[in-house]
Every structure is written in C-alpha cells, then in structure tokens.
C-alpha cells in the first residue's frame, strides 16, 4: 500500500510538472464499473452517483455492469484498468470485505490495487424467522438453537454471501449450530422463509422490510449498531442480547491504485457533498440504505478492518474455498 | 370472490393504462422491445436490461408500463428470430424453433408468424383475466412448492425432453447427457466451489444460455448451410405461399392454443426459469395428442401455436407473485423488481392496498400490451418475411455480426462471443451426426435447476430421500414421469422406433 501511494505520489509529480491533473478532470466521460447486474442495489447506487456527477461537473457518466463470480469479474477489471480518473468501482462488501478471506486466489488485491474514493452507504441485514418458528425474540432463539442444535436450517443468497457469513458470525457469537442451506439470490430465500421450507434468514433488509411490515414473517433483529430509521421497531443484535455483533452490508466508490491523489480527493468530496444532498438521501432511504459519504482515507481503514474482521470469521466457521 | 370489486379495480386500471400518456409508453415499449428483442442474440433479459435506464426517469406507472411492454416486445421478437433464421432469443423460444423454423423454409413464416402472435395475444387475455380475478390466492400456489416438488417437477421435464427429438432416441439421450453436462460447470451452490472451471474466472458463473444457443443454432446452423450450394437454398425460400394463416391452420391451432395457454399460466407462478418447462412441455403434449406426430420437427404448426401460447400465458403470469408478494419468478422479474425500487416503491404485498392504480393499472396495460403486440406484429409480418429473401452472402455475415455483438453486451465481455463460437463449431458437427441442438438446451437449462434443488432437498431433509415420495405434488409428478418414460420406452420393444431420415438432414 505504501509503496504504490508513494509511486502515485511520483506519478502525480510528474504530472504536476505540466499541469495539474485535478483541475482539468474531468476532460472526458467517467465510467463507474459495477460488477454486478443492472437495477441491483450496487447499479442504483453508481447511477445516483453518477447522476450527480454529470450535473455537477458536464461530462458524462456511464455505468458498465460486467457481473459474476460474486463481484470478482468487474472488480479485477477495474483493478486493471488505467489509474487516470477515469475508470471507477461502485463495491460492496464482498469484493473488499468477504472475498480476499474466502477464495484463495483472487485476480486482483482488494487493497494494494485499489484506492479509497468514499464509503456510499450502509445497508442493514435483519433476522428473520418463518413465523411458525415459536421464538418472538433472539433470547428465545438462541435458547431455541441449543435445545435443537444443528436441527434448525437457515437460508443465504449464496455460499460466502455476506448474508451467509453474517450467519456464521452469529452462531460463533451465540454459541449456536444450525443447518446452512444455500440459494442463488435474495428471491429463492425469501419464497421460502415465507413457506416455511426454511426456518430463517440473515439478509439485505430492503428486500424483506415490506414482507415484515405485512406480517408474513417475524424479524428479530438488525445487524446494525443503531436501530434502522426504515423500521424503528426492530431491535438491534446488541439490545437483543448479542453483544458487540455487527455486520453491515455496505457499498463504496474505489479508483484504481496509483489514481493521481488530487483526482481521488476532488471525486471523494464531490461524492460527501452528493450524498448529503436531499433527493439522493432520500431517494437512498428509499432503497433502505443509509447514505455515510467519507475521506479516501476513513474508507481505506474500513476496507483494511472489514477483510481483518471476515477473514477471522470464515477461519473460525471454516467456509474457505479451495 | 367479489366480482363488482374486482369489476370497479379492472374500470381504475384501464382508467389509467388508457391515458394518452400512458398508451404511448405502452406502445413505445412494445416497439422498442420488439425491434431490439429482433436481434439475433438479445433476449427479454438482455433487452430489459438494455432500455432499463430510459425509464429512470419517468413517473412509476409509466415507467413499468413501458417495461412491461418492452418485456412482451422482446419475447415476441425471440419468437420472430425463431421462426426466421433458427434463433431462440430465450430459453423458452427454443421449442419454437424445431417446427416453426421449417415451416419458414417450406415458405410458410408469415402462417408461423401470425399464429405465434394470435396465440400469444389469446394466452395473454387469459393470463390477464386470471390476474384479475384469483392473483392473490394463486400466489400462494407458489407456497406449496418447495425444493423436492422442483426436482421433481425437473424430472418430469428432462423424461419430456426426449419426446422432444424426432430422431433417434439414443442421440436424443445422448445430447440431454451433454446438455446436463454441460450445466454443471460453474460455482457449486452447495460448496462455492468452482467446477469444471479451469481456472478461468468467466466460467465460474457457468456457461451462459445464449452461448450455447446462439453457437448451437445461429452458427451450426449458419456453417452447415455454407455447405450447400446457393441456388437450392434461394428457390427454397423464394417460394412464400401466404402471409395470414390458412382456416386449416386456424382450426389445427385452436386446441393447441388453448393448451398451452393452460400449462403456462401454471407454470407461470412458479418461481424459477419454468416458462421453459411450459414451452416444452405444450410441445410434447401436442405431439403426443397428434394424429401424426411425424410431422413434428418438419413443420406442424401445431407446434408453433401450443408453445408460443405456453411461453406468453406464463409470462402473463409470472407478474402474479411479483405483484402480489415481491418475489420475482426469474431473471425478467428480478429486473422489474430493482425498476420498481429505483421508482420508490417496494414490492411486495402492499403493493396491490397502497397504490391500487398502479398494480390494476398495470394489469389492464398487459391486456392493452397484447393487443398493440398483434396490432404492431400482423402488418410486420410481411416485412419479416422480406428478409428471407435478404441473399444468403448478405445475410450470414449480418447475423454473425448481431450473434457477436448481442454475445458480447450479455457482460460487456468477449468471452461469450469465443464461448458462442466453440458452440458453433459443435453445433455444426451435432446437425452433421444427426443430433437435434434442442434436447441438449434443454438439458443445459434444466440440470442445474435440478441438481440445486435435489441437493436443497437433500439438505433440508438432512439426507432423506423420502421426502420425495411423501409429500403429494412430488409423488404425483414422479408418477407422471414415470409414465411418461413407459409411453417413451414401451414403444422401443414392440418396434423399433422409426428413425427419421429426413430427406435434407
């Protein structure tokens, strides 16, 4: 990391000798990569973003989707596309959260080769059980949990999702065991916690707010420290009994490593002035998430503390992929 | 069941989908769906995906109104690449392929063209109507089905895929065999372990459907006419009979519409890429009710007319579990569902209490859908056909460009176009062999559905196989299966199943 700030730092020198980069940028459309599928939460993110983007500054912004393998396909083709400010990446929490922890080989580092612009926003999970299961609160679930160990299955969007880790480190947490069973995506677990083919969930909470506010299944908690302004009455893993337990889904603005610095700064307080503006707030609570808006700086730490914090978590459930 | 309700809710629907602004959308979406779902390659998901932006900025009806009808637009201009030039646009067309691309060859794409789009207007009306009317308690259909019925109801599919070829049997196994081969590279759900990957980071998602379609029946297809000499070809197309259906063909299409307008809005509501399995599945019904069934795979338009229905009544009703619940059914409702979160609005059972002239609006605007489709379609009909006559020196070239371009916007990638390109050259050497591209889709489609919930199943009955034979719907469709693989095999001993040597194969 420190080597390529300092090579950016010599890049930006020699730059700076004819003119300086930020006061020219930008001089052509900006092409914000998201590495997964249009109208996802990623996408409208990028979009708003980028919306502002245009509005603020006239020059274009595009937003290209080049999904799968769990985000790693856009992001390694952002890792290696031209540091000029040019090409951005609108991440999430799997990428540069989960994944340098669970596969063992990556086509790209998720901090060497990747400079912090801001953190965008945060997204709460919730737990949510069918409402068959005869728990009303987590108290009664982890009671629940140890009289029926490894009885109880749980659902995930997918194996190493981070609705499946925040699985995992729940049950580390609570000292509980249960049954994963895996889907491809938010829609699969959802049908079938609201059949009851599986007893609960650990996911994205914009997807079940509605679900949970028309009585079809019971949420026990949030995943966040603070309570979520979207649907106050759900508690909080630490208020439910589980200290210390957080796990956010959240999304952020990268540049490639060796972006000149100035660029990286101009974009970072550009996209904290966006997001405090008040339709991208609300069009963003709208989506259930909560705007944050960062220093390039702030955001590094959180991308270096969030691998730290999974990779603990995927070595003690044991979930790493070969 | 309150009829003067559901009567006042159909009255505020069409209230709002007949407003001058909401018309246009309405049909601004049908034409831009059609012209764009037109391209050899581009399917409803890569279509709606393509044209989401242009709604972000409208007002919510609208915008899911154009959507909606950009969604019909697309599926309807699969169809149309079908019949035409052999190129299912989606899963669900391939079917259309086997009868309707030879009945363009026989000069009869205008009679296949315009029983695709009466069927599909027909199919449509009733899905609407059934939305209307039972939307929320069929809903809960869905419920009832969890990963053992799937695996299940996959079964029932793959032994219905056989019927499917009309060659031999053992070559129709055979590419099934490929097909769920085929299926089972990518990352494992299970585990989240990548199979039969080599490494290479695009293959870890699987092999895309429109590679292998495209490859298998857009450039086998295109190579292995290069082997024959021009002027056969020409005279064989040259010679269009008619553009509007015959009354023979008009009475020969009426069961099988009504058919499968009933297997697809059924399978419909199901969650999961089942509208295939309902294409399929009027096919093979229709050829097991023919008087003679050797007239499918040259030509029945009995074939075009039962699954065309089949695949539009369940994308009629694919909108129900999304409307009524939240839950999308498929990669084209997963779309709607992230255009209805950019609109501000959160799907799921609110939907249809909070903001009523938004769900019967849209309801009555699938109706008026249909009917712009037919109204767009009949008079393009003509047009269509006018590209058969395009040179084959001209044309080739024309839709290898379009199969690379719609290849390469599935993920902006070149990977798929190379994927497209390896399948081509296997195409070609399938149809050389006599080996129907068709059962191997199916194959490819369905074995990972069913591998995913076999293992679901197994996980949630902690390694029970029981379970599918306890629960009822289960039971039942293995039954089904069952007696559908006797139908299938029986035959073979009393005797040999007639191998079709068709004349030009």
Partial sequence: ?322 | MDLSAVFSNLILGFTVAMSAQNLMYCFIGCLLGTLIGVLPGIGPVATIAMLLPITFNLPPIPALIMLAGIYYGASYGGSTTAILVNLPGESSSVVTCIDGYQMGRQGRAGPALAIAALGSFFAGCVGTVLIALFGPPLAELAFEFGAAEYFSMMVLGLIAAVVLASGSLIKAIGMIVIGLLGGIVGTDVNSGIARYSFGVSELSDGIGFVSVAMGMFGFGEIISNLGQTSETKNVEVSKVTSLMPSWEDVKASIGPIMRGTALGTVFGILPGSHTVIASFSSYTLEKKLAKDPTRFGKGAIEGVAGPESANNASAQTCFIPLLTLGIPTGAVMALMVGAMTIQGIAPGPQVMTQKPDLFWGMIASMWIGNLMLVILNLPLIGMWVQFLKIPYRVLYPSILLFIAIGAYSINNSPFEVYMAALFGFFGYYASKWGCEAAPLILGFVLGPLMEENLRRAMLISRGDPSVFFTRPISLGMLLVSFALLLMVVLPQFQKKREILEVADD
Avoid at chain 1, 50 to 71: C, F, H, M, S, Y
Avoid at chain 1, 150 to 166: E, L
């Fill in chain 1, 1 to 322: 990391m420190k080597r390529s700030v300092n090579f950016a730092w010599g890049l930006y020198a020699i730059a700076a000798v004819t003119a300086n980069a930020a006061d020219v940028y930008p001089a052509k459309p900006i092409r914000i990569v998201v590495a997964y599928t249009p109208a996802g939460t990623t996408d409208i993110l990028a979009r708003a973003i980028g919306q502002k983007l245009t509005e603020a500054w006239g020059q274009p912004v595009i937003v290209d989707n080049r999904p799968g393998a769990n985000g790693n396909i856009g992001t390694e083709y952002a890792a290696k596309a031209t540091p000029d400010g040019y090409t951005l990446l609108m991440t999430t929490a799997a990428p540069h959260g989960v994944n340098p922890g669970l596969y063992r080989k990556l086509g790209f580092d998720a901090v060497k080769d990747f400079a912090g612009i801001s953190l965008v926003a945060t997204v709460p999970n919730v737990l949510v059980v069918n409402n068959n299961m005869p728990v009303k609160d987590v108290k009664e679930l982890i009671a629940y949990l140890r009289a029926n160990p490894g009885k109880v299955n749980f659902g995930s969007p997918g194996y190493g999702s981070t609705g499946h880790m925040s699985t995992e480190l729940f049950m580390s947490m609570a000292g509980v065991k249960m049954n994963h069973v895996p889907y491809k995506g938010d829609a699969g677990v959802l049908a079938d916690v609201m059949a009851g083919q599986i007893s609960l969930s650990f996911s994205n909470m914009p997807a079940y707010t509605p679900q949970i506010k028309a009585g079809r299944v019971r949420a026990l908690a949030v995943s966040t420290s603070k309570r979520s302004p979207a649907a106050a009455e759900i508690p909080t893993m630490a208020e439910a009994g589980v200290q210390g337990y957080v796990a956010v889904a959240w999304f952020g603005l990268l540049a490639p490593a060796n972006t000149p610095r100035d660029i990286v700064n101009k974009l970072s307080a550009e996209t904290a002035r966006i997001l405090k503006m008040p339709d991208v707030h609300s069009r963003l609570s709208d989506l259930g998430a909560e705007p944050v808006g960062s220093t390039p700086a702030e955001f590094d730490a959180h991308i270096k503390a969030e691998i730290v914090k999974w990779a603990k978590v995927i070595k003690d459930a044991n979930v790493e992929l070969q």
